[in-house]
């Protein structure tokens, strides 16, 4: 018998959290207006300069390779 896997948090935990942000952003632009307009640019504007910080590598690992 397998041992069972366990859920790699380490891996999977930030993309599950931006998915819920961009549903939770998503929402909020369509259910009102004011408060909630400002609620959706924040969560969808803050994934936007996140995943643009990603892409550029500003937020990438410095890595020393051993030799």
């Given at each position: 018998?397998?041992?069972?896997?366990?859920?790699?948090?380490?891996?999977?935990?930030?993309?599950?959290?931006?998915?819920?942000?961009?549903?939770?952003?998503?929402?909020?632009?369509?259910?009102?207006?004011?408060?909630w307009d400002i609620?959706?640019?924040?969560?969808l504007g803050g994934?936007?300069?996140?995943?643009?910080g990603f892409g550029?590598?500003?937020?990438?690992?410095?890595?020393?390779?051993?030799?």
């Amino acid at each position: 018998m397998k041992p069972a896997r366990r859920f790699e948090w380490h891996v999977w935990g930030w993309p599950i959290v931006a998915g819920f942000a961009s549903l939770a952003g998503l929402l909020c632009a369509l259910v009102g207006d004011g408060a909630w307009d400002i609620a959706s640019w924040l969560l969808l504007g803050g994934l936007t300069i996140v995943s643009a910080g990603f892409g550029l590598g500003f937020f990438a690992r410095r890595v020393q390779h051993r030799r």
